[in-house]
Every structure is written in C-alpha cells, then in structure tokens.
C-alpha cells in the first residue's frame, strides 16, 4: 500500500491546540513499528496555484499567497499567517491530490499522512483549514475524467466547506457524522449528515454508522475519500464524543472494508485529534492505517 508524507507538514504555529507534529510522528511511529518501508511512501509537491483555483477564489488566493490576508481572515483561519505555514499546507494540498491519483490509477487503498482540511470554504478558511484538500482533489479528478465521487468524513466536527463546495454537484455524495452542538455553529447540509450528541459512545456511534454506509456506497462513487478523524476519542480536547481507541479502530475497520468489498479505489486522510496526550492522536492515526494495511493484505 502507498502512503503519501512531507515531512513539510510539521509547521512552526507557535503554542496551539493543533499539533501539527502528529505527522512526522505517525510516520516515524509507521517505520519504526515496521508497518511502511522508505519505498512505501512518496513525497508530493505543493499544490498547482491553478488546481487550488478550482475550488477557491482568486481574490482568497492572492491573499494566502501574498500575505495580504485581512485581520479577520487570519482570525477566522485559527493559524498565524506565514509563508511556512502556506507553502505547508499546499504541500498538503499536493498530498491528496496524489494520494487521490495513486488510488484512481491503481484501483487501490492509499493513506495520506495529512489532509482533512474540511473547514476551508472557497472564499475564507476556517478552523485551521487554510485550503479544502480534498475538495480541490476532487476537481482534479473530476478534470481528468471521474464521474463520481464520495466524502466519508468521521471528524468530530462537521465538514461545512466541504458540504456546501458540492452542494449544487450531484456528482458528488458528501457524508458526514459528527457531534452536532460542537464547531461550527453554521453547517450547511450535504448528501448525508448525521449530528450525534455530545456523550455518544462506541456502540451507538457505529450503529448510526452501519446505516449510513450502505447510502453511501448506493450512490455509485468511482472514489471514496476517507476523512479519519481522531478527534471523535474520549480525551480529545475539541470533542464531546466518548469513542475509544478500539472504538475508532472498528469505525475505520467498517469504513475501508466496505469500499474495498465494493472494489472502489480509496484515499485516507487524517483529519483532526487533539488529545490531552498527543502520543494518543498519534496511536490513533496509526491504527487507522495499520487497519487499511491489514485489508489490503487480506485481499491480496
């Protein structure tokens, strides 16, 4: 299986909630538990400024690009503008879209070690979401020929840019479960969305999931983009659901077998975790991938 990683997604942030150093962690933890070999992985380049047009506007590009952001804009992001933290996260950008063609290509399970950056809209960004990587990784497919797609997205908080990205395109079946009074306050209404209540635990997680899968799959999707959150765990600081860690590691094991048992190509991304202890995060994110790595091997 084929993981995509930069090590320039460790941005310098300052002190924040976000530890963006969960992603050379999750790599290092992967090839230190022998899980990925130096071959496994590839490095991708920074997103086209022309491919992140197909989602955003000009106008917001310009200001990412030049540091002409307003007070506000910067605000609304939650992340100190630099040109370090731009280059990064187009570099993530970059992350999925190869991620996305490298599953396409070879009708196959591919986890990228970043992405999940739902919150961005075409205008703005919000909640440490600076671009939509997914949503711009759907267009370049959508470019080069895909009919169809689908967002399964588990983070904790709903996935509102992405939601209202494709609102008006029935090519794409958006899916989210999340908690329904946490962040954001506005969450535009996309194919599925299925708002849990603070406190919910692992059995009742999964049996809204179980339901929904099947609607999911019935929309015919030629790729499914898995948005992986660890942010449903019981100590996440940003979260209100009480998952636990063998909790999350079913809810993924569900999540991939049944793309895989419908043979349809699948890229992973990460999402947000925000654990009292990032080795937490961490474990967490890992076992998502170890779970994809285990189902491909059981179809080899």
């Known amino acids: 299986m084929r993981v995509v990683y930069s090590p320039r997604y460790r941005v310098d942030i300052g002190p924040h909630v976000f530890p963006t150093q969960k992603y050379q962690l999750v790599h290092d933890r992967l090839r230190r538990d022998g899980l990925i070999r130096p071959a496994d992985v590839l490095e991708p380049t920074p997103a086209a400024w022309d491919d992140l047009a197909l989602v955003h506007t000009a106008e917001y590009l310009a200001g990412l690009r030049d540091g002409t952001l307003s007070e506000e804009q910067?605000?609304?992001?939650?992340?100190p503008w630099s040109?370090?933290?731009?280059d990064g996260f187009r570099t993530m950008v970059g992350g999925t879209i190869l991620a996305a063609r490298q599953a396409?290509?070879?009708?196959?399970?591919?986890?990228h070690i970043g992405g999940g950056l739902h919150h961005a809209f075409p205008d703005h960004g919000e909640g440490f979401c600076p671009f939509n990587d997914v949503a711009v990784a759907v267009r370049v497919l959508q470019r080069d020929g895909l009919a169809r797609a689908a967002v399964v997205d588990l983070d904790v908080h709903h996935g509102n840019g992405t939601a209202l990205i494709f609102e008006s395109d029935p090519r794409v079946f958006t899916f989210s479960m999340h908690q329904q009074h946490n962040y954001p306050l506005w969450k535009p209404r996309g194919s599925l969305d299925?708002?849990?209540a603070g406190g919910t635990g692992n059995t009742a997680y999964l049996e809204q999931l179980e339901r929904a899968l099947p609607a999911v799959m019935a929309s015919r999707p030629e790729c499914v983009f898995y948005l992986a959150g660890a942010d449903p765990y019981e100590q996440d600081q940003l979260g209100g659901l009480r998952l636990t860690q063998d909790g999350l590691r079913r809810r993924d094991r569900r999540v991939i077998e049944t793309v895989r048992a419908a043979r349809v190509p699948l890229v992973i991304v990460l999402a947000g975790g925000y654990a009292r202890r990032v080795e937490d995060t961490v474990a967490i994110h890992v076992a998502t991938i170890a779970e994809a790595l285990r189902a491909c091997e059981d179809q080899a």
């Open 104 to 111: 396409v290509d070879r009708a196959a399970v591919v986890a």
């Open 74 to 79: 910067v605000l609304q992001i939650e992340l």
């Open 83 to 86: 040109r370090e933290m731009v």
């Open 194 to 196: 299925i708002g849990l």
